[in-house]
């Protein structure tokens, strides 16, 4: 009775992992740029205290005002697909992006258009960046779970 109900487990445990098992989906591998593993490169951005310390709540407001405004049409245009803040650090990290970006040039031309690099309040360190070609379809899922949109 025990060697049955130990080859039920088994093949029970069979029967669920041939279930669990997704199908290769070429169409959306390659409209995700994905290679054999499902990964492609990006750009990664830590985003550092700027130079700028004395600015005044006003111009530090209206910039941030600004990043926040620019971060949502980067996301908009698929050029954005991981941004947020960071907690406090010893090291004046304050968030990341990951950009849907080949090159560092490409990535560099971006942060100069927000406000808040403009105004010296962020700096950034760029990396290049290996990660889940999926990343870009996570954001239309968010968009569904967000009770408060930005």
């Not at 039920?8 to 169409?27: C, D, G, M």
């Not at 054999?36 to 310390?53: C, D, E, F, H, P």
């Not at 258009?113 to 968010?142: C, I, N, Q, R």
Request: proline residues 3%; aromatic residues 8%.
């Amino acid at each position: 009775m025990k060697k049955l109900s130990i080859t039920t487990l088994v093949l029970l445990l069979a029967i669920s992992a041939k279930a669990q098992t997704v199908k290769y989906n070429k169409a959306l591998a390659d409209s995700l740029g994905a290679d054999a593993y499902g990964m492609k490169m990006y750009v990664l951005v830590i985003l550092k205290t700027g130079a700028n310390t004395t600015a005044t709540k006003a111009a530090t407001d209206s910039a941030f005002a600004g990043h926040m405004a620019n971060i949502g049409g980067l996301a908009t245009e698929g050029k954005l697909v991981v941004a947020g803040p960071m907690g406090k650090n010893d090291k004046n990290y304050r968030g990341i992006f990951i950009f849907n970006v080949k090159t560092l040039p490409e990535a560099k031309a971006l942060v100069a258009t927000d406000p808040a690099f403009k105004a010296k309040l962020l700096d950034a360190e760029f990396y290049p960046w290996y990660g889940s070609a999926a990343l870009p379809v996570y954001l239309k899922v968010h968009k569904e779970i967000e009770k408060i949109g930005h």
